[in-house]
């Protein structure tokens, strides 16, 4: 079965830092590009990040970068995103996905949550 | 920038009946946008890619039109596990996301 199960999130202050990770299983990880898709309260969805499925080239929103950093590890079947200098816009539920041709996520995890708040 | 509208923001159709939802680009996507069904507790589901094609395992009753800047998924014959929140998304221009149709069951 294709899956993502993602981790790490929970509360932090704002200016703290947090990891994500996603766990994929069931398909050929290193052949796949893959993003991080977020969900604030009460709000639509977001493309935070994606990777190619080498590593390069990466891409992120105006709104994280130079905060956020996605990465790979495709001996491990993993992908993570490392957070820093955290806001209390950035409280969402995040989502690792599977991207397709640089196009449209075909495979989701369920989200991890991470609150931003003192 | 490019921003994608979703109308209605919510909608009500009743069980058997036609639910058509919208999605205007601010600038010509072409073909390049997607559907996705998102209920409580779940990642999204890819339904349409390619602005008409049904990803694997939809049902036939989900259906995606359009091109250039004016969209449209149809579900022919409601049924009460629709229910959900619709999204629709742009990938000629990186990735954005329209705000949402929730659909209710009347």
């Known amino acids: 079965e294709v899956q993502l199960v993602e981790s790490g999130g929970g509360l932090v202050q704002p200016g703290g830092s947090l990891r994500l990770s996603c766990a994929a299983s069931?398909?050929?990880?290193?052949?796949?590009?893959m993003n991080w898709v977020r969900q604030s309260p009460g709000k639509g969805l977001e493309c935070v990040s994606d990777?190619?499925?080498?590593?390069?080239?990466?891409h992120y929103a105006d709104s994280v970068r130079g905060r956020f950093t996605i990465s790979r590890d495709n001996a491990k079947n993993s992908l993570f995103l490392q957070m820093h200098s955290l806001r209390a816009e950035d409280t969402a539920v995040y989502y690792c996905?599977?991207?397709?041709?640089?196009?449209?996520?075909?495979?989701w995890g369920k989200g991890t949550t991470v609150t931003v708040s003192s | 920038e490019m921003v994608l509208t979703q109308s209605p923001a919510t909608l009500s159709v009743s069980p058997g009946d036609r639910a058509t939802l919208s999605c205007r680009a601010s600038?010509?996507?072409?073909?390049?946008l997607a559907w996705y069904q998102h209920k409580p507790g779940q990642g999204p589901r890819l339904l349409i890619s390619?602005?008409?094609t049904r990803a694997t395992g939809v049902p036939a009753r989900f259906s995606g039109s359009g091109s250039g800047t004016e969209f449209t998924l149809t579900i022919s014959s409601l049924q009460s596990e629709d229910l959900a929140v619709y999204y629709c998304?742009?990938?000629?221009?990186?990735?954005?996301f329209g705000q949402g149709t929730r659909l209710e069951i009347k």
């Open positions: 996905a599977r991207l397709r041709l640089s196009s449209y996520m075909d495979v």
């Open positions: 600038q010509n996507v072409r073909f390049n």
């Open positions: 390619g602005a008409s």
């Open positions: 069931g398909f050929t990880f290193k052949s796949y590009e």
């Open positions: 998304q742009q990938y000629n221009n990186w990735i954005t």
């Open positions: 990777i190619s499925a080498s590593g390069s080239p990466i």
